[in-house]
Every structure is written in C-alpha cells, then in structure tokens.
C-alpha cells in the first residue's frame, strides 16, 4: 500500500471518527400556543431515532443533543397535539428555540378494564410499594437551601369581541370604547409587571420521624419594607407527592398513587420513554365516574429506577368553581441514591373580575357576569430546592418546638447575596415591580395597613406607648347584656420587661361599673416567663370552669358562644399574683394564688351547719392557691414578630386545674381540693370528614358554696319570633340554662363533620353534621343548697342531633341550621319540649 494510499484511509478514518464523535445540539422552550404558558415535562426525540430524547423541565426548557445532525424533532404531551419540528439548519448548536403546542380536549374514556389487564396498575402498585423508600422524609436526614419566588398578575380577555357584538347599538359605543381602553390599559399594565412579588430564601432541616426546622435567612416583598409573609410560598404547596392525602391550600385530596387511590382513579399509560438504562412511565389520572371525593386529574412520570416520581403533574377537580389550582413537581436522583424534589411549581387561578367596571350592557341581558370575560388574577409560586445534603448527622437535641421563623435582618440582604440563591438575576419586569409596588407601598402606608392585620393576630391597638386591648370594648352576656368598656397596657415604648394596665367596663343589663389593674413582669416573651399582680372588681359566673391558655376562648371558635348564655354571676373582688411559664418543651404552666370575695346576685343562698343551727350567707372569702397547666404533646410554632403563634398537633390536648382552698388563711373560709380536666382532639378520617371529641371533667372535695360547683353546660333556649339561638360546640343543646348542678361531674362531646362532595357552588355547600353528647354527675351536698331549683345527673343525661352546615357561605363564614333531641332519663315529659332548633356559624378559610 502506497504512502499515498495509507495517508488517504487515514483522513478517512479521522472524518467517521469525527463524524460520530460531533455533537448537535437543540436548546429551547416549550410553550402553549393559545395561552403563552410554559408546558412542563414535554416529551421529545430526534425523529427516527427513539434513543435520542429529552423531557423539558418544569419551566418548559429543554436541550437535547444527538450524534448525528438532528433534522426534525418529535414532540408529545398529554392533552396536546403531538407536533414535529423541522430544523433548517446545519448549525451544531440552535439556541432560543420556541415550540408552542396546541391543545385538545383531553378526556380518559370511561372503559371496562378487567383485573390484571391494564397495564398502568401495576405500575402504580409498584409506585406504591416502593413509596416509603422513594419519599424523602422517610429517610434519616437532610438538609438542604430553598429559593422561593411568588408573583400575583392577571390574565385579562381582550374586550373588543365585546364591544364588536354591540356595533349595532349605536347608543352603547361610547361605553363600550371605555371598556376596551380599560381593558388594554391593564393589559399594558400587566405586560411591564406583576401586580405584587415577593422573594425568600430559606434553610431547612429535616430528621426522620418528624423533627423539622426552617429558617427564612433572607426575604424581600413588593410594597413592604419588612417581609410580612416570607414562609407564604412553601407553606402554599406540598413537599412531596408521597403523601395518602396531598395537601393544596388547606384542602386534602387524595393521591392517586395511595391504596385507597387505586381503587378510586382511572389509570392510563399515556406514553413510554428511556433515560439511560432507565424506562420512565407516562401515565395519566383521573377519578372514576360515580366515585365522591376530593380528586385531582394529571400525569405522573414515573422512572423504573426504584419506580419513583420523577414528575408530577396535578389540578384539583372538585375545587371551588371560582378557583383553579395546577401543581408540578421536578424530582432527581441525588448522589445516585435518593429521589428528591427539585423544584415545586403551583398556581392558582382566581375566576374573578379584575376590572370593577367593565360590565357591559347587553339588549338581551342587563349586565354581562364579569367572570364571562375570563379575567383571572393568577397567583404563581415556584421553589427551587438546591444544596441538598442527604444523611447528615443530625440530632433530635438540635430540634425544638419553634419549627419555622425568620431571621431579624431577613429583609436587609445585599443583591450580591440574593443573586448566590436565585436562578438567575431578576427580569426587568421583576425590577420594575419592586420599584414601582414599593413606591405605592410607601405612598399608600402599606406597612401602617400590615399593622392592622397584627393588631388582629394579637388583640392589641398599639397608640404611642400604649396598647389598647380591643377584646374588652364590646362583648355579651344574658346577664350583663352588652358589656362595654376599654382595656390598656404599657408597651415596649416604655420597657419590654414591665407592663402596667388596667381595664373599665358597664354592663347595660346589670347596670353595674366593673375595673380592675394589673403590673406584669415579662422575662421571656417566647417561652411567656411572666409574673403578674392583679387586682379585679368585676362578675364572675358561677359554677363555670375556665382552663390556662384555652382555645374555647378564641373568638373563631364555636364554644365561644356559650359566654352569650351565662345569665348567673356573681360579683367578685379579687386579689391574684400569678407566674406563667413554658416548661418540658409540650407544657405551659400557670401557677397562682388568690384571694377573693364573691357575692352571689340572685336568691341563692348556702346553708352552713352549726350545731343545731344552720347559717344562710351570699357572701363566700376564698383563698387559693393552684396550678393551671395546658399540655399538647409534639405542638409545633412558629417564632414572629407577633410571639409564638401555634401551628397546632395531631395529638390530644390536655387541659388541667388543680386548686386547694384555704380556711383562716387571710379572709378565706372554706377548705376544699377542686380537680378540673379538659381532653379535647379532632380525627382526620380520610374521605369521610372529621371527628372531634371533647372530655370535661370536674371533682370538688368538701362542701362549697354554688360557685365553685358545676352547672351542666346548657345551651338551650326557647325559639320564638325574633330568636333564632345559636348552636355552642361541646354543649348540651337540649339542657335547661342551670338546670343542672354538680360537684363531680363527667361530660362527653362527639360530633363528626362529613365532607360535600355534591355540592360545591360558591355560597352553597352543604355539610352534613352529627352530634351526641353524654352527661353524669353527683352533688354530694344537697342539703346546703337554697333558694335554687336544680336537678342531679346522676342517671346520665343524652342528647344527639345533626347539624347543616354551609347552606350560605360568604368568606369564611357560614350559616347553617341544627335539631337536636334530648332522650333518656331526664327526657321532658312533652316530646316537642325535647326538641332544640338553632343557627349554626362557623368559620372556615377553605
């Protein structure tokens, strides 16, 4: 072979190894073509060649690279038309490329599947045995840093097939021409930036089973100088799709992929495709027709490798008409040993008018329902999860009860900061609406207008270097009627360790002036270390029991209600000093000491045996000394500018007192240990709604007057023109208002809350409810007892009902209607006097 000849074959050799060895690259997006909307988890491949294919990320990008020079593109999606792209150029690298794929209707057919034929169950049941291994906090530990992004814009539909639809009605042009000028002057408007946008950066950690930490290190919000909501991103959306029931804005839905999901969704392997070694599975969802329960529709891709989610893709189907909720999760293989999310994604469309004038008047119809324009105010929020660090060496001692809080200079980040987290440095839309929000915020006072929503959190008008507390201006009772008055504290204006206040009321029923003071010393506001000197003159209801830090108190709570009912009290002089601290991590503590003089207000009167005497009195000197406790095992907080707020626990809650009275201690006349406990918890049963039960108890030793005994907790009151009552949770509905009266006592509350799945209109959504409550008790003194009518439990006292809730809802409130019937040994001797009918409220931020 000549020199020649061999040189020749070389080049040759050269110019194949080249040519198998070059790259062609295609980077682009992937976007709805009606809607703009980046489409994520597109599926492509180079056409003709199966091997060479990519997904797009959750945000729509791709980049696909093959060995040979790439003509065309195949691209599919469900939902969507599969498309194919040519490519007109030999380039080896194309950036910037735009597909944008057309929509059609997407349906899974109802069909007859027999067991063991469709294919996509036993790759769900493969998904669902291997979930606890795949689920990221089922493993030992991690940590990792999450940027988070959340912006507030709107879609708005061009008005001008509105206003062409009325060119024959010459009388509307002008109003109709004023429509469209709005309509695109917020569309310009919204072109150039968001409505609102917030950003934060958070470190969290995480040690299994359930000790969890994050901390928000930096945050910035459009319009505030400090961020008021820098945890609302991820508290928005579910970490994983692992879950039984995911949870999206408060609402659970079941998950497809769960036992109870397989049974209720239809499943259909939409497509099949390769990573590496790997098959990934595309397989839709979408509940069964005739099943009842909170479902969602959507596509998980689901990888062989260890069969986990590598994507996900969801929308609630039976959300509320007037919202739109899509959530799309990113997973990768981290260190070639644990899938872990990577980006969550969740949007929320709002089917609402933006727009307050832009109703258009119609020959047919007198006004044009703004929600027919489409406008929709879009709420997006994406976080991208990075620096992840699987089995770490955590321990449980590094973990406390304060799972979230902010750090204090959080909103004083630099931009060389800020740009280490983001993805990338922000748009000019982005910087224009920090520069412009911020400006309106500072003109409108939008920190002031935050002010107001804390005095809400926390009771208290902050004027100068007082607090005014707003719980004291107006409330009710059936013996004082409107109490009104006005309550102040010191604030830290003066010191942050010494409060002084004191309040003043006047009931209108009772007409009677009540005040009282107070000097408090807070040593530690978070763990609440306050010692406080109180001095009251004011009425107290007798035979009523009250618990430290009792949720019943809270003005969203039903039971809040049966102060409205209390018509027997008795004045009071009292004398208390009390130290109140957070101990053992899950107790709260209140130890105190009194002494008081109560003096009754009606013709009751105890009697006091002496000899062969018996002495009557209204009047009763106490001198106390206990301990209140509240103990919720595994309660989490959040630490904030307005204290530790309660993220609540899945566990009972328990409520105690412990009292012992003195005789001839300072004025104190009666010897007695009074026991109180209160057990409350509310069940979770998927499906079928919530349960909730309530244990009240109380034992008092020796003989006291009525005041420290029990009455029964009734609620009832006669229905008549002009009273409608309310219904109180954990009350006897059916009983008397102090019919009964105890000096050891056991009372039971259960009720169970059904969801609707029927009916999810606006303002009408009915839930049914069902109640039953049990009462027993003893009175081991009867005899000293005078100038009352009363009756003894001693037979047990039953009572159930069922309650409609939700047949109004505006907001979070709701109006429902309740009948309850009281049976068994104290049973009324006319049936219709067994029965109750009442209003309900509630609240509810569903």
Known sequence: MTIKKIVTLFLCILSIINCYSQQYNVEGKVIDKSTGKSLPFVNMIVTGNPQCGATADIDGNFKISAPVHIISLSFSYVGYRDTVIL??????????????????????QEVKILPGINPALRIIREAINNKDKNNPEKVHSFIY????????????????????????VKTLHTHADSVSHRHHSLKRFLKKQYLFLM????????????????????????????????????????????GDQINIFGVDYLNPVSDGGIKRYYFIIEDTLYSG?????????????????????????????????????????????????????????INNKQWFPVQLNTDWYYNTSIITDTSVIDVN???????????????????????????????????????????????????????????????????RTYRVIDSVGNKAHFDRILK?????????????????????????????????????????????IVSVGGYGAYGTGDKAFKYGGDVGFVFDPYNHIKLDFAYQQDVVGAGIVSFYNDNAQNLLSTEYYYNYFINNMDKMKKET????????????????????LRTTTNSYMFGINNDNATFLTNQYWFTEAGVGFRFAYKENFVKSPMGMISLGTKYPIVWGNITQGFNNLLNGGYEYIKYDLKISKVFKIPLAGYSSFEVLAGYVQCNVPYTLLYDGKGTYQQLNFGNFPLAVDNSFETMRLNEFLSNRYVNLFYSHSFQSFLFRDKHFRPQPKIV??????????????????????????????VEINNLYKSFFTSIGIGAYYRYGPYALSTPIDNFAFKLTATYSFE
Not at 87 to 108: C, H, M, P, R, W
Not at 145 to 168: E, F, H, Q, R
Not at 370 to 380: A, S
């Open 145 to 168: 840093d999450s940027y988070n992004k959340l912006y507030c814009t709107a879609d708005i539909k061009d008005a001008t097939d509105t206003v062409n639809s009325l060119d024959t």
């Open 577 to 596: 000093v009390s130290l109140t601290f957070d101990a053992l991590r899950y107790f709260q503590f209140n130890f105190f000491g009194d002494e008081q």
């Open 277 to 333: 070694k790997d098959t990934v599975f595309v397989i839709s969802f979408e509940p069964k027709q005739g099943k009842y329960f909170n479902g969602m529709k959507g596509v998980v891709y689901i990888n062989t490798n260890g069969y986990a989610f590598q994507n996900v893709i969801a929308r609630p189907i039976r959300e509320d008409q007037t919202m739109t909720i899509n959530i799309q999760q990113q997973y990768k293989f």
């Open 452 to 496: 107001w929503f804390e005095i809400l959190g926390t009771g208290e008008l902050k004027m100068g270097w007082l607090n005014m507390d707003l719980n004291k201006i107006i409330n009710f009772n059936d013996y004082e009627k409107f109490r009104l008055g006005m309550g102040f504290h010191t604030n830290d204006e003066v010191s942050k």
């Open 772 to 801: 039953s409550s049990a009462g027993w008790g003893t009175l081991a003194n009867p005899g000293s007892q005078y100038g009352i009518t009363y009756k003894t439990m001693e037979k047990g006292y039953y009572e159930s009902g």
């Open 199 to 242: 950003e934060s950066v958070s470190q969290r950690k995480f040690l299994y089973p359930d000790h969890n930490y994050e901390k928000v290190i930096a945050s910035r919000t459009s319009g505030f100088t400090n961020s008021p909501i820098a945890l609302l991103a991820q508290e928005l959306q579910s970490f994983s799709f692992y």
């Open 365 to 431: 119809k007198d006004v044009i329902n703004p929600e027919d324009e489409h406008n929709k105010l879009k709420v997006v929020s994406t976080s991208y999860i990075k620096n992840i660090v699987l089995d770490t060496a955590l321990r449980k001692r590094e973990f406390g009860r304060v799972t979230e809080e902010t750090e204090e200079d959080a909103s004083n980040k630099t931009d060389d900061f800020w740009n280490k987290y983001r993805e990338d440095t922000l748009s000019k839309k982005e910087k």
């Open 87 to 108: 490519i007109n150029t030999a380039a080896n690298d194309i950036k910037g490329l735009v597909i944008k794929l057309q929509e059609i209707s997407f349906q899974i």
